[in-house]
């Protein structure tokens, strides 16, 4: 069974920073595409960034230059470093593996 579990989100003002981190079992994780996507309020899910099982990595053009993925494979854990947060970084944020995510971590950015 796959399981994605989601950890790290919070409240934190803008120009502050998040780690979030993602612990991944049930399958081979050093094998796949992991990927980071969010929903912020009334808004449907959007795309956040991705890296591949050989750790190159693309980004959303709102994110890029300000977010970092990572991954451990050694620890089967995704990572997601979130600097210079924005109030309309606000949303939950999912792993995940395909169509298969998370429960999500809630982050807000505000003042």
């Known amino acids: 069974e796959v399981r994605l579990v989601e950890s790290g989100g919070g409240l934190v003002r803008p120009g502050g920073s998040l780690r979030l981190s993602c612990a991944a079992s049930g399958f081979t994780f050093n094998s796949y595409t992991m990927s980071w996507v969010r929903q912020a309020p009334g808004k449907g899910l959007e795309w956040v960034s991705h890296?591949?099982?050989?750790?190159?990595?693309n980004y959303a053009d709102s994110v890029k230059g300000r977010f970092t993925i990572s991954r451990d494979n050694a620890k089967n854990t995704l990572y997601l470093q979130m600097d210079s947060l924005k109030p309309e970084d606000t949303a939950v944020y999912y792993c995940?593996?395909?169509?298969?995510r998370g429960q999500g971590t809630q982050v807000t950015v505000s003042s």
């Open positions: 995940a593996r395909g169509h298969e």
């Open positions: 890296i591949n099982s050989g750790g190159a990595t």
